[in-house]
């Protein structure tokens, strides 16, 4: 068995690192935690840190691009929940990343090189009074609103549903 046919060509992902200049909010504070949400995160550990950093910090930055930003998002709007003093300023931007492929051409190696923009989002979070002009405002929420609200809820008949056979058969 020859060499080059038990290499097995391989992709490295190479993502542009999280900087300040990245961060595309206006009025950064100096001093700011960040979170840095990835693939792997899970929420629990995120909510963790998140709520650690409040102990010694008043500003708490998070930061996904790609498919990760869903996790970000839920993860800002929990905290949110669990801290309604909250304010939030959001920013969207891009993020470079570079795929580094092998491939086997005519049993010859050769590296292709892809770079992408995937979409990112940056929230922070603070404690602190913030400008309400800066885009991507959103105020603190009320604690009335989340205590006091009642939840409905609505029990169903069995005649409630459709698209049973039934129905369909009584339609006819």
């Not at 060499?3 to 100096?30: A, F, G, H």
């Not at 909250?86 to 990343?97: M, S």
């Not at 092998?102 to 913030?130: A, C, F, W, Y």
Request: proline share 5%; aromatic share 6%; hydrophobic share 35%.
């Amino acid at each position: 068995m020859d060499l080059m046919e038990t290499l097995k060509p391989k992709c490295v992902y190479q993502e542009e690192r999280w900087t300040r200049s990245l961060i595309t909010i206006d009025n950064l504070p100096d001093n700011f935690e960040h979170l840095k949400v990835n693939n792997h995160s899970k929420i629990r550990n995120m909510l963790g840190f998140a709520i650690k950093s409040f102990e010694h910090s008043n500003h708490l930055v998070c930061s996904a691009s790609g498919p990760s930003v869903n996790k970000a998002v839920t993860c800002a709007e929990i905290l949110k929940r669990q801290m309604p003093e909250l304010k939030q300023v959001t920013g969207i931007g891009y993020r470079n990343v570079r795929m580094i492929k092998d491939e086997m051409i005519d049993g010859k190696v050769s590296q292709s090189i892809t770079t992408r923009r995937l979409p990112s989002i940056h929230i922070l979070l603070s404690k602190n009074h913030l400008h309400p002009n800066l885009p991507g405002y959103q105020g603190a929420d009320k604690v009335s609103d989340h205590v006091s609200r009642p939840v409905p809820r609505k029990t169903f008949e069995k005649n409630d549903y459709r698209g049973t056979k039934e129905s369909k058969v009584m339609a006819l």
